[in-house]
């Protein structure tokens, strides 16, 4: 067995209570739903395949749930290419789960668990999950301070060993929908995590309170023990831009209210404090920082003053465009699979993918137009996986993105293309 398989917890989720996907952050979750359709070897009136978290750190856990309108013979899944698979567990052969904790020697980057369905009549259909290993240290891995609100059982091993009562203190050691909790005697067990509460909110709000009372040092210090529990806390990185904007320390600024606005992009708030941010960056000449903030702000002032373009060029870095980049890369195995799949497929012409896109861009070229060829990838989309083929034109002195976007069903083998210079190489060459 390949290192790339997950490790097991060896224990069973049959007398826990369901989890509500729905009550958790839709972000985090990686989820397929729908009936079956025709070209399937098994009918079912509904499938409903989750995953949670979405973006999860070596060594964690990640919760399976799969619910079914019928019953069928077993569920098992796989991850990647990988042909040995885990069985997931149910009581009634409609609702399937499993907790399993990732392998510390997973690669980074973005993979596939594939959910196998057999039917009593062993026909099978398949659903795959993406989910993203993040990079060490991309993660909090501190243990948290929890308080029970209401009476709470802990299990271990699919047995109660422990019921809580409300204020009482346990240690959480890491979280899924349950979390796993240290007790006073030294015992480990889960927890449902609707059932306790995160010492988050407030540490949050001792940070707000101290920045009203400009006490910048202690809101700092509040800020960060918010962050060693949940490192991407938009309001906290928010709060954070704000101190550091007053402190005049523009770049730490910048990286904070960024952050912020990844995860919170409607917040006016932060997008206000982006533009001032920005503003103090281009006055100050710091060219690079401002491209990674706010390159919309540095074309405009290139527009405007001509005469300056190679000065801040040169202070632009080659690389910045990549760090603006937060979306995970995929592993080897997926990007192999996936890419594949893609330039396999034929165009409404009959042309086979990876042929018209060499086409399109030979024919470009002949034209006197440089490309730039960056070849194919594959990435996390916000509902499932996109295959790109990424190149950049130049055009009057601009180089300009021009790729190629599907979003990829690697249950139906089958892409769809989600861009303009998709959709046209697939209708007419």
């Not at 567990?89 to 609702?95: E, L, R, V």
């Not at 959910?115 to 999950?129: D, E, W």
């Not at 940070?207 to 009203?212: K, N, S, V, W």
Request: net charge positive; aromatic share 8%; proline share 4%.
């Amino acid at each position: 067995m390949k290192k790339l398989l997950l490790v097991v917890l060896l224990f069973s989720l049959a007398v826990l209570p369901a989890i509500a996907f729905e009550e958790m952050d839709s972000e985090g979750i990686s989820v397929k739903a729908g009936p079956t359709d025709m070209t399937e070897e098994l009918s079912l009136a509904w499938v409903e395949a989750a995953l949670y978290p979405k973006v999860v750190e070596r060594g964690k856990e990640v919760f399976i749930e799969v619910r079914l309108s019928s019953a069928v013979k077993d569920v098992k899944l796989a991850l990647d290419a990988e042909k040995e698979y885990i069985p997931l567990f149910s009581d009634d052969n409609k609702n399937w789960s499993r907790v399993m904790k990732v392998s510390a020697d997973i690669p980074s980057g973005l993979h596939i668990s594939r959910v196998i369905i057999t039917g009593k009549n062993n026909k099978q259909i398949q659903r795959s999950l993406d989910f993203a290993i993040k990079e060490d240290g991309a993660m909090a891995n501190k243990d948290m301070p929890l308080t029970i609100l209401n009476t709470a059982p802990v299990v271990e091993k699919g047995e109660i060993i422990r019921q809580l009562l409300p204020g009482l203190k346990v240690v959480a050691l890491y979280k899924a929908p349950f979390y796993r909790v240290r007790l006073e005697d030294g015992k480990e067990g889960w927890i449902e995590a609707s059932l306790v509460k995160e010492p988050v909110e407030d540490l949050y709000l001792l940070g707000c309170r101290a920045f009203q009372n400009k006490q910048l040092t202690e809101a700092t210090g509040y800020f960060k023990q918010v962050f060693q529990y949940d490192p991407t806390h938009a309001k906290s990185h928010y709060y954070m831009s704000r101190i550091f904007y007053r402190q005049n320390k523009l770049e730490a600024a910048a990286d904070e209210i960024k952050e912020a606005i990844r995860k919170d992009p409607e917040d006016k708030k932060a997008q206000a404090i982006a533009d001032m941010v920005s503003d103090r960056l281009l006055n100050k000449k710091n060219y690079a920082k401002l491209f990674e903030l706010n390159p919309q702000l540095l074309v405009q002032k290139l527009n405007e003053n001509a005469k300056d373009k190679i000065n801040i060029y040169a202070k632009v870095p080659k690389k910045a465009v990549q760090k603006t980049a937060a979306v995970p890369m995929a592993s080897k195995e997926l990007l192999v699979d996936s890419v594949g799949m893609v330039k396999e497929l034929k165009t409404s012409k009959g042309t086979m993918i990876s042929s018209a896109v060499k086409s399109v861009l030979s024919l470009t070229k002949s034209l006197g137009t440089k490309i730039h060829d960056d070849g194919w990838k594959v990435v996390a989309a916000s509902d499932g996986i996109k295959v790109v083929f990424a190149c950049r034109q130049e055009r009057n002195g601009k180089v300009e993105n021009e790729n190629f976007e599907w979003k990829i069903d690697p249950d139906r083998k089958t892409a769809a293309p989600i861009n303009e210079n998709a959709r046209l190489l697939m209708n007419r060459w």
